[in-house]
């Protein structure tokens, strides 16, 4: 296209004339020792000397130079980024001042672009951040304004689905429950005995056992406790047991659940301001609710729990080293899925840590061992007596009651293995 | 000069555009912009430029599917109508850069290439998106406006609000601000409720085209109107 006298080679840009159909037209830059020479697609070039050549920098992208001659009836224009350095040694040192002028801008606009990113990227996190908090904030300030009458009905709500979800921890297809009052009744009163040291002494909890033997242990919102069998074999003290249903308790009594539900619900509003239609957001926030009402297990709420539960135990007069020992006790690493309340639980030596923390700083006072026959319950489980539904059939396809020894010997066979 | 030839009728309110392919010609189009064609064009439906050029199509508001119409049986003709109602806009790129409103875009022929363009914080703060649509190369491209255009030759400044901005050439610089002369008061209502009263400076020397009317005003026009759900 170019003769070979040219300099630097060629480079694609652009022409602005009046001259030109439309006023504007690619072209092909070259550089002679007088000036530049746009040709264009059609044959017509266009030469602008150096002499008349006033520099500008801008475009889209900041970086094209926009070579024009005095009244602005011509523009060369070039988005190259080599063009300058071309244009600086073809136009030996003419145009240098005003080159080095153009370079500086492109710099600062670089840098300035630059800085936009990341400072925009850095804006977005902390917003994410700072709403983040801001939604944990809000939940927990609000919290206290609820009744916890709406704690009650919530549990209520999720009751059947918690026995659901219970089931499918072992994979039955119905969590028994153990209605037998000689099981029932001791937990029951350990229970109410601890309430009267919570901070919500007016709650009333109500306490069932599942015979599951998963050692477990779940509070529902408004005061509903499901204690797994599997928790009252595991346990080696009746103090340790208590400490795990004051761990629970205090999930109650601190209103985790609603906080935790007002954080979910806090997420989705801000994705909805943030986002826009967050249609298929709302159906997994529906699912989150109800997960977040069913099990408050934020890092957070754990640790909470822990210390209001060692607060309760040490205002009942029980050692709340009992929960450090319960903690320390069980197998930590590899946790079978099966064992949920670890699992869900997985920074141990950390909450051992704050735990003994709170302890060395409680005021000092006598301890007293838990009056509390646990081994007499354990009898109780294991000689309860069957509802006859539950009961396996005899010969003549009759159900009667039995025993839960007769009744399901392969539990038995399990409590004991877990036992030794 | 452009090879391709076409026809933009039914201007400014409802225009669709009718191009004519000579044999084994091809046009690129957006999904479902074609309304009508002769028997002897073939359409096949697939992703075009690679990974990087597709996902920054999409970014920009447009599909990752990109229609690819081609006169294999002999010449024909392929009519594309817009998504919204009013005007269609040819631009032949010659070796530059046009960058196109996140929607606008309708189709374009061999040569050019369409990708898009991340704008960050003033994509973000102008409400219409992160990402341009960018199209460069030498061809034919075609976008469409919401209700009628008009071509605007910047020599030196310009200010467009950002709801009618439907495309410009690389040759601007475009900064995305408030309207000159806002009180510190309404900066900040506009910084945190977005979008009104946000303006695009362009400077520099190149076109504009301006739609002359935008989504959200009609929007918000319209609403008052909307049918209410009756208890009874």
Redesign the interface.
């Known amino acids: 296209m170019f003769d070979d006298d040219f300099l630097d080679g060629e480079f694609e840009g652009g022409v602005f004339s009046k001259d030109i159909d439309g006023g504007r037209a690619g072209a092909s830059i070259r550089m002679d020792d007088l000036g530049l020479i746009a040709l264009l697609s059609d044959g017509e070039q266009f030469f602008l000397s150096y002499s008349e050549c006033n520099l500008e920098i801008g475009g889209a992208s900041g970086r094209m130079v926009f070579c024009r001659n005095d009244d602005r009836s011509l523009t060369i224009f070039c988005e190259d980024k080599k063009f300058t350095a071309a244009l600086e040694r073809a136009s030996g040192g003419e145009l240098l001042e005003r080159l080095e002028e153009i370079n500086a801008t492109g710099r600062r606009r670089s840098l300035a672009g630059q800085f936009g990113f990341w400072g925009f990227l850095v804006g977005c996190a902390l917003l994410l951040v700072g709403g983040w908090y801001g939604i944990l904030w809000g939940a927990r300030a609000a919290v206290p304004h609820v009744p916890f009458t709406v704690d009650q009905q919530l549990g209520e709500a999720v009751y059947e689905q918690a026995l659901d979800e219970v089931a499918q921890m072992t994979g039955e297809e119905k969590v028994t429950l153990i209605e037998d009052d000689a099981v029932r009744l001791p937990l029951q009163k350990l229970v109410d005995d601890l309430a009267v040291h919570s901070r919500m002494p007016q709650v009333k909890f109500q306490v069932l056992v599942c015979d599951t033997e998963i050692p477990n242990a779940v509070a529902l919102p408004g005061g509903r406790m499901i204690v797994f069998r599997g928790l009252i074999d595991l346990v080696e003290t009746p103090e340790e047991l208590l400490a795990v249903l004051a761990h629970e308790m205090s999930h109650v009594t601190l209103r985790h659940h609603l906080q935790s539900i007002g954080e979910s619900i806090g997420v989705i509003v801000a994705l909805d301001i943030l986002v826009g239609d967050v249609g298929g957001l709302v159906a997994l926030g529906a699912e989150a609710l109800r997960a977040a009402a069913l099990m408050s297990k934020s890092r957070e709420h754990e640790h909470e729990a822990d210390l209001e539960g060692v607060r309760m135990l040490h205002k009942a007069g029980i050692d709340p080293a009992h929960a450090i020992g319960m903690l320390e006790s069980l197998p930590h690493g590899d946790i079978p899925d099966a064992l949920d309340w670890l699992s869900s639980h997985p920074d141990i030596e950390e909450r051992v840590a704050a735990i003994r923390k709170l302890v060395d700083e409680l005021p000092p006072r006598a301890y007293s061992p838990l009056d509390f026959d646990l081994e007499g319950l354990r009898a109780a489980m294991r000689n309860r007596v069957v509802p006859a539904e539950d009961a396996p059939e005899n010969k003549d396809g009759d159900r009667k009651k039995v025993n839960a020894a007769d009744a399901k010997p392969e539990n038995e066979k399990r409590e004991e293995a877990l036992a030794k | 000069?452009s090879d391709l030839q076409f026809e933009i009728s039914q201007r400014p309110d409802f225009a669709i555009l009718t191009v004519d392919l000579e044999q084994g010609q091809r046009i690129f189009a957006e999904p479902s912009a074609m309304a009508a064609m002769d028997p002897t064009i073939t359409l096949k439906a697939g992703f075009k430029g690679g990974l990087k050029k597709t996902l920054g199509r999409a970014l920009g508001g447009e599909s990752l599917i990109i229609n690819t119409f081609t006169a294999d049986r002999g010449p024909g003709e392929v009519v594309f109508a817009p998504g919204a109602p009013g005007d269609a806009i040819h631009y032949e790129?010659?070796?530059?850069?046009l960058?196109i409103q996140r929607g606008a875009f309708m189709c374009h022929s061999d040569g050019v290439e369409l990708t898009g363009?991340w704008q960050?914080?003033k994509g973000?703060f102008s409400g219409k998106g992160l990402v341009l649509l960018k199209a460069s190369g030498?061809g034919d491209i075609f976008f469409n406006s919401y209700g009628a255009i008009l071509e605007i030759?910047v020599e030196d400044e310009y200010i467009v609000d950002t709801g009618y901005v439907v495309a410009?050439?690389?040759?601007?610089?475009?900064d995305v601000t408030t309207v000159p002369g806002m009180k510190v008061g309404g900066k900040l209502k506009t910084f945190f409720f977005g979008g009104e009263g946000l303006v695009v400076r362009f400077?520099?020397?190149?076109?504009v085209w301006v739609q002359t009317r935008a989504v959200n005003p009609f929007l918000t026009w319209v609403f008052p109107y909307r049918p209410q759900p009756s208890n009874n």
Do not use: P
């Open positions: 000069m790129l010659d070796r530059n850069t960058y363009k960050g914080a973000f030498e030759d410009f050439e690389d040759t601007l610089h475009y400077s520099g020397q190149g076109r």
